[in-house]
């Protein structure tokens, strides 16, 4: 095995090997912590030893309160669960339960929720208090990561000290004043990336909130001297329509998580002329697969095949990715249920070359992706087949320059409109139904629908 | 009717099917502060290339994105005159 001399095991060893951690901060919406007080101190009021080799949910309102645990806790828990802002109460004993979780850190009263029964519960928050280094048996702390499912409880998908950090090379971003922000919540893969990247550095990090404004964040960052920031195409093209955007001036901005099409990587390249553009493609199963930056949309032949830390092969279209950076497997799953004999994963990303150069062109699996939240149709269309005037209703997607895609509704009425605003009607069924981004942007009436030979509506996926 | 109204128009429609509020529409108020949302600005875009046949922002690599209503309206104004030179029609 290669040994990285400069590598350490755990989290809080890397900040520990810094040589000098003053100067640098975590700084959240409302509260802010230094990197040397935590080092001294404790977020979790000195009880890090009981949690020592434990199941441990991190379930806190504030990403900030969650940024210090897991640095606490990793090398001290043998699991960590890295709890989403939106896990619904609904899913959170599900978690509970197959996470074998023993222990829940939150910074709000959750140890009085019935449903969140664990033996032992660690109030947390962004105070450090002094407290000197406790001793435990160190752990090759599991880090479990939620990706959110629209239908069942999430999949909880298990990662690694070693998987999480192989896609940040040692000796990249290493100024001292290099500032971190992403408009990612750092619980999820692509956000958590960026906290790793800071944390592994030697610069700061101002995190996002999920209740705040893009233009606040935009503040906060430009206040902060953000040098490097990530976000999704939609958190782009929301900030650039955010007068605030003139606030920052970064050296680096990335793309990832969805498609980056020319047109905000142009937008982007026009607002910060002096700034390094890259996007990246990543997911939580097969991790970082590539960044591409030399400015244009899709990416180069050359990239797949390479031999090298990451594999890459198209199958059936999709994008099949083999590395170290992928997750290991499921929670409660011997091997991992999504890489083929190989060994690849299976991103479910349909790929196209044209010319000289690979474009995506969607998920195969026909899911719509509004703004990086997840719709699948069927669910849409139940609750547009509850009118009474309606026979049935196919809705797809359409492309959308705001959040790159939106939903739109093909409607086959019973009989011909009888004058009444059933379409008004329909839409106010949908908005009472479903979440904002679920209702229909625009729907029509088709005379109608294909059905293929199964007896399944057709569904044409671009 | 006039792209303007046409646009005003399309805001409130979104705006009563959301139940949200509207301030004065005014040519300064920036649109991420109408009480739109980016998914609002998405579904106005959408429903405005069905009325008006433009989406200048597919339309062209090379975009600035609107930060107030103003810059909005203009923005498909421009679209507008610049199809209806490509198709002739202007004088």
Redesign the interface.
């Known amino acids: 095995m290669k040994v990285l001399p400069n590598r350490a095991t755990s989290l809080r060893d890397t900040l520990g090997n810094a040589s000098d951690c003053s100067g640098r901060f975590l700084w959240g919406a409302t509260a802010s912590v230094s990197l040397r007080d935590l080092l001294r101190g404790t977020s979790l009021g000195g009880r890090l030893r009981e949690l020592s080799g434990r199941s441990v949910l991190i379930a806190t309102r504030d990403p900030l309160s969650a940024a210090l645990a897991l640095i606490e806790l990793d090398g001290v828990a043998g699991r960590l669960i890295v709890g989403t802002p939106d896990l619904s109460s609904e899913h959170l004993s599900a978690v509970i339960a197959k996470g074998g979780v023993d222990a829940i850190v939150s910074d709000w009263g959750l140890h009085q929720r019935q449903d969140c029964d664990a033996p032992l519960h660690v109030r947390c928050g962004p105070t450090i208090t002094r407290a000197p280094r406790v001793q435990v048996d160190p752990q090759a702390t599991e880090w479990v990561l939620l990706t959110s499912g629209t239908t069942g409880a999430p999949k909880m998908l298990v990662h690694n000290f070693a998987s999480l950090t192989a896609p940040i090379k040692s000796g990249q971003n290493q100024e001292t004043d290099v500032v971190w922000g992403t408009f990612y919540d750092i619980r999820r893969y692509g956000g958590l990336q960026i906290l790793l990247r800071a944390i592994l550095g030697r610069g700061s990090f101002v995190l996002s909130s999920a209740d705040e ?3 606040n964040y935009l503040g906060r960052l430009g206040a902060h001297a953000v040098t490097h920031i990530s976000g999704t195409p ?1 958190h782009w ?2 900030a ?4 605030a955007v003139r606030a920052i001036a970064p050296r680096y901005v990335r793309l990832s998580g969805e498609i980056a099409d ?2 905000i990587l ?2 982007l390249r ?1 607002c910060y002329p002096q700034a390094s553009i890259g996007h990246a493609y990543a997911s939580t199963e097969a991790g970082v697969g590539f960044e591409v930056n030399d400015g244009l949309e899709g990416f180069p032949p050359s990239t797949i095949g390479a031999r090298g830390e990451v594999e890459m092969k198209i199958e059936d279209s999709s994008l099949r990715i083999r590395s170290a950076r992928a997750a290991d497997r499921h929670v409660g799953e011997e091997g991992p249920a999504f890489v083929d004999d190989e060994g690849f994963v299976d991103t479910g990303d349909v790929v196209e070359l044209r010319g000289d150069r690979y474009y995506f062109l969607g998920r195969r699996s026909g899911m719509i992706n ?2 990086g939240l997840k719709i699948y149709p069927e669910e849409v269309e139940a609750v547009i087949n509850r009118h009474p005037a309606v026979r049935m209703s196919l809705v797809r997607s ?6 790159g895609s ?1 939903v ?1 509704a093909d409607v086959v009425l019973k009989g011909e409109p009888d004058g009444a605003d059933v379409k008004g009607e329909i ?2 069924l949908c ?1 009472e139904n479903l979440a ?2 679920k ?1 229909p ?2 729907l029509r009436f088709v005379p109608a629908l294909d059905v293929a030979a199964a007896g399944k509506l057709a569904r044409h996926h671009a | 009717m006039s792209i303007t109204e046409i646009v005003i128009c399309e805001i409130q429609q979104i705006a009563a099917e959301k139940k949200g509020d509207l301030p004065p529409l005014t040519d300064d108020l920036v649109l991420l502060e109408s009480g739109l949302d980016s998914l609002g600005i998405a579904i106005l875009v959408a429903r405005l290339e069905e009325t008006l046949g433009l989406d200048p922002f597919t339309e062209s690599d090379d975009i600035s994105y609107p930060v107030t209503l103003g810059d909005f309206i203009r923005f498909y104004e421009s679209a507008a005159k610049s199809r209806d030179v490509a198709s002739g029609y202007a004088r």
């Not at chain 1, 650039?240 to 007068?243: A, E, G, H, Q």
């Open positions: 404004s893009a233009g939609s093209r929301r650039l329509m955010s007068p020319q047109a142009n937008a026009s509004v703004g359409r492309r959308s320059p705001i959040t939106l739109v839409l106010v908005n904002a981004h209702v942007a625009t």
